[in-house]
């Protein structure tokens, strides 16, 4: 889902444990910003990197911990604040990979957004269940800075056809402040966004049935 700007700044990502601003995060990706992600404008960030490995995810090349790119929380924040001032972001949106594997510096830019009046949407493959029964208090940090949690693992053979953004059925959403609710844009219909950035396409978003396009920007990095 998304691009990287000229300077390339918008990639990026590693999560440990220094003080907020320090860490660094391995980022597969930034987008500025973007609707196809959640409800209004968001800034999109991917985590590189994820544990899990559910049958047909859509971002292969998100699973290894080894590719993206390092960003300090200082820098992701920085996109977060040109793009808040250029776009009136409405949240920023946490997907991966999986954030809460890299959740010292997840938790750190989601509190960087509520601090800008941003809401926190995150996307895990573990349960609201799991992720509370880990021993890593950064994933209670996080949990503690995240308005919106959609939950649980992809699974191919529920593709959801209902419900905005979300990949599969049987993946809940958890309203976990009351700074956000449900309302009708859960029930649009989904859209794809295409970037030509540089030499890069970058397309996001959920072209049909909850199958994302992320391929199209791998397939743009290895020409
Ligand atoms: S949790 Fe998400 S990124 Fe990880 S394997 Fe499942 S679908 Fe892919």
Redesign the pocket.
Known sequence: MTHRDAGSLERKVVGSSLASTDIVARIALIVPCTEAEGPGRRLAIWFQG?P???PG???PH??PFTGGEELTVTEVLRVMDDSHQRNQLEGITLL???PTAQAAAAAAIARGAQERGLTVLLFS?YTLEQLRDKQDPAVHDLLACTDILVDG??DQTQPETRRRWI?SANQRIHFLTPRCSWDERWLQKNTLEIRLVGKEIIVNGYPASGTRMIRQWQKSQTR
């Open positions: 994820c899990l490995r559910c995810c859509c971002n998100f699973l991966g990979g999986e493959g693992p992809y990949g």
